[in-house]
Structures are given as C-alpha cells and as structure tokens.
C-alpha cells in the first residue's frame, strides 16, 4: 500500500511515513502539484495508493462522490507544525492502522489519541 501525502500537509511527512517502514510519496515527488483535490483522488484510484490529507473537502468528497473506491486519511489538526502531523501518523502507526486492510477504500478522521473509520454504504 501506497501513501500519497497532499499539498495541505508537510512533504517532509512523506520522509516520516517512509521512516515508519511504508512507501510513501508527496504529491510534489507525484507530480500533482496544484491540481484539484478530484484530480489527486483519481491519481490514486489509479495508483492504489491512500491519501493523507489536513484537507477537510475529501471527506466530503468521499462521502458524496466516491464513497468507497478511494482510500482517505484526513488528519484533524490544531496545529499545522509538521510535529503535530508526524503525531496523528504514529498514533496511527502504533494502533497498526496504516498497515490494515480495513482502511481499504474507508475514510479515516485522526486525532493524535482516536480515530473513526467509515466505510463504504453501498
């Protein structure tokens, strides 16, 4: 599984998620730099990859236009220091959440201390 970090995020995440032992890329390294949220979705439909976004319109995006056939992270954010990015993404890590198949095509909302998984209603 592939990990596609979006522009509203620190590139340097990527690093972090490759760290966690995980391929990761940003959407710079995709060269999606500047493209719609639509075009970056589509991208990783194509490319089986999860995106990991602070970005709150790919949920909803999920949620009423391609429930179930993209996977989304949305990280919920105070902050938007890459610390406090790294920190929602090894909770993630340490619940073993990034390596489950159940986040296949879900949506997952993340704090740095719970998460919530949708999945798909079809």
Request: net charge positive.
């Amino acid at each position: 599984m592939q990990f596609l970090i979006d522009e509203s995020l620190s590139p340097q995440l990527a690093t972090f998620v490759k760290g966690l032992g995980y391929d990761a890329l940003s959407v710079r390294e995709a060269s999606l730099k500047g493209c719609s949220d639509i075009q970056i979705i589509e991208w990783a439909q194509k490319n089986n990859s999860v995106i990991i976004t602070g970005d709150l319109d790919f949920g909803e995006l999920w949620y009423w236009h391609y429930n179930g056939t993209v996977s989304i992270i949305v990280l919920r954010l105070k902050s938007y220091k890459t610390e406090a990015q790294e920190k929602i993404i090894e909770f993630l890590h340490m619940n073993k959440m990034l390596a489950e198949e159940k986040i296949k095509n879900a949506l997952i909302m993340s704090t740095g201390r719970k998460y919530r998984i949708r999945t798909a209603t079809k």
